[in-house]
């Protein structure tokens, strides 16, 4: 079949062929310029160089540009709409540097060596077209350069081994070559090396390639790839759609687009190429990627300029510029110079356009991001459009009003609601900002807020008590959350309408506190009544205003309020100069009631205002609360005559009841107050010798107390009634309570100065305190025991030891009866307590028998073998420590008038041993180990005394006994240091298996 020739290449590869056969170095130098921009400046550019000539010839046909891609075999098959290949555009693609589209002006495509970047993929690329095509292959180039038979060209081939440039002897293709896809014109072909078939796969298979290929061939509408279509859509207000169809299903993708055209200053273009000088126009771009999620920190990819065809030249920003820029000989960076400068800054004047169209909330991340440049046209570009944005009120502050960055600021951490209360006193304040957003406006003038600026700002406004509660919402949802110093100054409406500075100080109703909470109403009132007490308006009470210092005004922390007791303690001074406002005392009574009421603590802080309270009597006259009596009150009949009765108004207890009115202060029985120190005068003046009490009680100054109140009031014959009143009242029952320290206030005063059948408490002792009997009267009235003890009734024998003098006296009366068996017990307990005690001893002393006898004529007994012989009037019992009742008693001890004069009379009776055996082992001592000697009578002779049979004795450590059951159980008892156990050894001895049943119940 015959090969045609439809654009002349035989006459193209003869005029190069003679002209390298003329001048080797010419082939050489194609031959460098070639490599030069393929392994250069167009090296990977291949798809866009190609797209770039079919969009060009789509454009100069007056057709839609359409692409279609295809991979066939490891071949690149790229095919376009548009005017078919002619023979001078054969012609430009074998010639560097001359464009056939040198009078396109509105071609991509002039510099006439885009081509070459398909030398980076193949080495025999194909172009077919309607009317033909043409093939340029390296082995066919180099076989060309051989057959010409030139030494030199040869030499020259021979030094490049065998390379030579790919793109300058083009031929036809064969008959049998496919013609371009139905519906295209032209179709290039390229069979890829080895080396670039996964990139050209990766680049196939990559979105954001044909996205590219779309900004910059503005012209381009349509790119048919092997598993879908993707097809350019322009929507209105400059929204322009990308939609991709096929195998994976359809697809969108938004852009923002905005442009600016026009001509450019002719003074611009005086150093431009030549054929580049006729290019008056410029076209300029921006495109926003819109579906993108937006990263916090900015783009989510960096973008390159195009000029319009992709550059190397990255930006920093979140839109790609594309147009008409100049570009340096490599065509991957722009040609600096003037025509470069201006056309960036009309770039930048573009730019702010994005603005109109983005929400104003999110303008922000069209800006540069913070950071460095990323490189010298980046810098430019951020720097030509802060300068333009930082004059341009393209934010909206939170209240709506358009500001530049200069005129904004933003409080970290506030959200939109808080943004727009707060908005109000910062005039240009935003909404909230993310931090990259805050990073990008800085360089601009936004200024960052703390929360210590915002309480002076606020200071200006006046504002409904719920605006308030708004900032304090807002404060509270910040996120970092401010410090309560920084928040020290914030305005905090009060009831009455006025304000404070600061929460610090302020009550906040409302808000359970210790007592009940307080309503509304009653806080207006308080308000009103009292203006310097801080009560914060109901409306605006926020929980924040509790960590910003304020309290919960709970009843019992309104009433504790020192503004409130100055309020009432002024009105107590007016009512003692005669000179107190009665519809005063009534407001303010009313309030005091109402919070106790309400569940306010009567006892605690707001005990000392309590007691300067004013009510008003049944005359309607002014009178402190703590001196009137409600009606029929129990203690009137306690008070001494002399003493002055008041009875609150009946309106007080018709309103309040009698219970609240006692509360408050007001007498029914005996008083009860609260203390604490520094006690008040008006406290202190109700509860006598008091201080007298703190200077022995020291500690118990530390903890507030409750006591009784104006016990001198009451009437001494009247005594035992008041106490039975106290002990039947909880509340001042609690004030008899001893504390830690020792006894209660009242208990103590009680002690003291109470009468109970003309006697004090102590010298009376509870009628079942059987174990005082003789030595204490019974207590003669019907009183609770608890409440009897602990004002000094004495319970039982060691708390009548707490008072050694006493008991002393008591125990050495001789007009007191005490039991004989009571007498050891008493007088162990009496030598304990009095045991280093600097008393002065009495005269007598109680023996063993209960009888009282001269000190002079007793002896204590020491050892248990002379009770035999002495008279027991004179005994006095020595216990368990003989000598410590001799030291203390200052009494001789029995066994210091002698050891005594033994003698035994007869042999030991026949059952002595066993006898002895027995006891022995019960008092749990070696029965050979003891010196006993046992004989029928034992006689004892003390001093110049006739001597007489006893049962048992002792001298210098040797025992005699009688034999007798209770005589060896006595010594073995007494030998083993066990003389506890003497009842059991004589049981033992005697074989008295009763007895000795009754022990082991021991």
Known sequence: MTVTDPFGTADLRRVVLAAWAASPTRFREDANAEDLLAAGGYAGRALVELAANGVDAAVADGVPARLRIRLVDDELRLANTGAPLTAAGVGALATLRASAKRDATGSIGFFGVGFTSVVDWTSAPRVVSVPGGIRFDEAATRQAVQDAGVAALSDELARRNGHVPVLRLPWPTGPDEPPPPAGYATEVRLPLHPSARAEVRALLEDRETFADLFWALPALVEIDLPDGVIRRRTDTGGIVTLERSGSAGGQEARYRVVSRSGELPAHLMAGRPVEQRGRTRFA???????DTDPAPDGPA????????????????????????????????????????????????????????DTDPGERWRLLPAAGFPAGP??????????????????????????????????????????????????????????????????????????????????????????????????????????????????????????????????????????????????ARRIGEAVPELRVVHPDAVHPLLTRLGAAPAGASEVLADPALAGRVGALREEFEDDDVDVDEVAALGRIVLDLLAAGGDPDGAAAPMLADLLLTDSGDDPWPASELLVPD????????????????????????????????????????????????????????????????????????????????????????????????????????????????????????????????????????????????????????ATVARWIGVCADLPAAAAEPADLLDRLTDPDRTVPAA???????????????????????????????????????????????????????????????????????????????????????????????RRAAAAAGVDPDSVLLTVATTVWVAVGDRPERPVPWWCVDGRFYADGSAPALGRVAAWSAGRWSRRHLAVAAAALDHPALAEAGLD
């Open 301 to 356: 990819r960096p973008f390159t300029i195009g000029a319009p065809v992709p550059t190397d030249e990255p930006t920093t920003l979140p839109a790609r510029l594309v147009g008409t820029l100049p570009v340096d000989d490599t065509r991957r960076r722009l040609a600096p110079g003037p025509l470069a400068d201006w056309l960036l800054e009309a770039a930048a004047d573009g730019y702010l356009d994005l603005f109109d």
């Open 822 to 916: 009571r007498v050891a017990e008493l007088t162990a307990v009496l030598v304990a307590a009095l045991d280093g005690a600097d008393l002065r001893l009495p005269s007598t002393v109680r023996t063993i028998t209960g009888a009282v006898v001269d000190a002079d004529t007793a002896w204590v007994l020491d050892r248990p073998w002379w009770a035999q012989t002495e008279d027991a009037g004179r005994l006095v019992p020595g216990g368990a420590d003989p000598s410590g009742v001799s030291r203390v008693l200052d009494l001789p001890v029995v066994s210091a008038d002698g050891p005594g004069t033994v003698r035994v009379q007869g042999p030991a009776p026949a059952e002595a041993d066993g006898r002895w």
């Open 633 to 784: 009150a129990a203690l009137a009949d306690l008070l001494a005559d002399d003493v002055e009765r008041a009875t609150v108004g009946t309106s007080w207890l018709r309103a309040y009841g009698r219970d609240l009115l006692v509360r408050a202060g007001v007498r029914d029985g005996v008083p009860v107050v609260a203390v604490a120190d520094p006690v008040p005068d008006p406290i202190a003046g109700r509860l006598p010798d008091l201080d007298e009490w703190f200077e022995q009680h020291p500690f118990a100054a530390d903890e507030p107390f409750l006591a009784l109140a104006d016990l001198d009031l009451i009437d001494d014959s009247r005594w035992a009634t008041a106490l039975q009143q106290i002990a039947r009242d909880p509340r001042a029952r609690e004030c008899l309570r001893p504390t830690a320290h020792g006894p209660s206030y009242t208990g103590w005063w009680l002690r003291r100065h109470a009468l109970i059948g003309g006697r004090p408490p102590g010298h009376w002792r509870l009628p079942r305190a059987a174990d005082l009997d003789g030595l204490y009267d019974p207590l003669p009235v019907d009183l609770d």
């Open 284 to 290: 300029l771009s921006w495109v926003l990627p819109l």
């Open 377 to 522: 046209v980046d810098a430019s570009l951020r720097a030509a459009i802060g300068a333009r944005a930082e004059a341009t009120a393209f934010l909206r502050s939170a209240t709506g009003d358009p500001v530049t960055p200069g005129q904004a600021s933003h409080l970290p951490g506030l959200d939109d609601e808080g943004a727009v209360v707060i908005g109000q006193a910062i005039p240009g304040l935003l909404g909230p900002i993310p931090p990259a957003a805050a990073a990008a406006l800085r360089p601009l003038g936004l200024r960052t807020l703390d929360w210590s600026q915002v309480g002076p700002a606020l200071a200006g406004l006046d504002r409904t008590p719920g605006f308030w509660r708004q900032v304090y919402r807002a404060a509270a949802d910040a996120h970092p959350a401010p410090r309560a110093d920084d928040l020290a100054d914030v305005p905090v409406p009060l009831v009455g309408g006025r304000r404070a500075v600061g929460a610090r100080g302020c009550l906040l109703p409302g808000v359970a506190g210790s007592g009940g909470e307080i309503g509304a109403e009653l």
